[in-house]
């Protein structure tokens, strides 16, 4: 069975701050899929990234970043100069390749950015 | 700007009472998942439809919990009798997997409380 670990139950920083938010996985599978999902406080899940498991190039999107690599079964989360509307619950998910959408989340990373 | 619509957004019920919780995907998705988040187990798979057959509602209660697709274009969450430890945030979303494109997008919730 796959299970996503996100260690870092929640993290303060300061504004302008570096932030990286971990997320490890396990799995058998050698086709699968990993997420990035932004839940702000106002409650909806927002879709931030995909991977598939055969594409370990680093993603870069403004201010975030993502590092997958396969070696410690690790995609992490990135964001750099962190600013108060980052803060939110972020969840790592993981898609197995044969069942396409059907999502097994970690348990989330509150991230708290202060003035 | 194409979205997943859930109905009600809050429910407040009490214990023993029936609540249908609703869902209209996006146009086009043939994929739809019900998701429940609670603080104790976080985000947790009940059932997911394909083409509006159920593929998989092994993380629901079966005595109590039933989902259905009437049509493309609404999806229906019952519990049947409600129980305090419902309480949770409930979640739809939609998707068309494919190998290129698995993510799913989700709805804005529905609050259930059971008192």
């Known amino acids: 069975a796959q299970k996503v670990t996100q260690a870092q139950t929640e993290i303060s920083v300061v504004e302008k701050e570096d932030v990286t938010l971990d997320c490890v996985y396990e799995t058998r599978d050698t086709t699968y899929y990993l997420f990035w999902y932004k839940q702000p406080p106002s409650g909806e899940l927002v879709f931030l990234i995909r991977?598939?498991?055969?594409?370990?190039q680093n993603e870069i999107s403004g201010r975030y970043s993502w590092n997958f690599q396969k070696s410690t079964s690790s995609f992490n989360f990135t964001i750099t100069a962190s600013q108060v509307v980052d803060s939110a619950v972020y969840f790592c998910a993981f898609d197995g390749g044969t069942s396409y959408g059907k999502l097994t989340f970690g348990q989330g990373t509150i991230l708290t950015v202060h003035p | 700007d194409a979205r997943v619509t859930q109905t009600p957004r809050h429910k407040v019920t009490e214990m023993g009472q029936e609540v249908t919780m609703r869902c209209q995907p996006i146009l086009g998705h043939n994929t739809v998942f019900w998701y429940r988040q609670t603080m104790m187990q976080g985000l947790e798979l009940l059932a997911y439809f394909r083409n509006r057959a159920p593929l998989d509602d092994s993380g629901m209660p079966k005595d109590r919990f039933s989902a259905e697709m009437p049509d493309a274009t609404l999806a229906t969450l019952k519990i049947q009798p409600s129980e305090p430890r419902d309480s949770a945030v409930y979640f739809c979303?939609?998707?068309?997997?494919?190998?290129?494109?698995?993510?799913?997008?989700f709805g804005q919730g529905t609050r259930l409380t059971v008192v």
């Open positions: 979303a939609s998707g068309s997997p494919t190998n290129a494109n698995t993510e799913a997008f």
């Open positions: 991977r598939n498991s055969f594409d370990e």
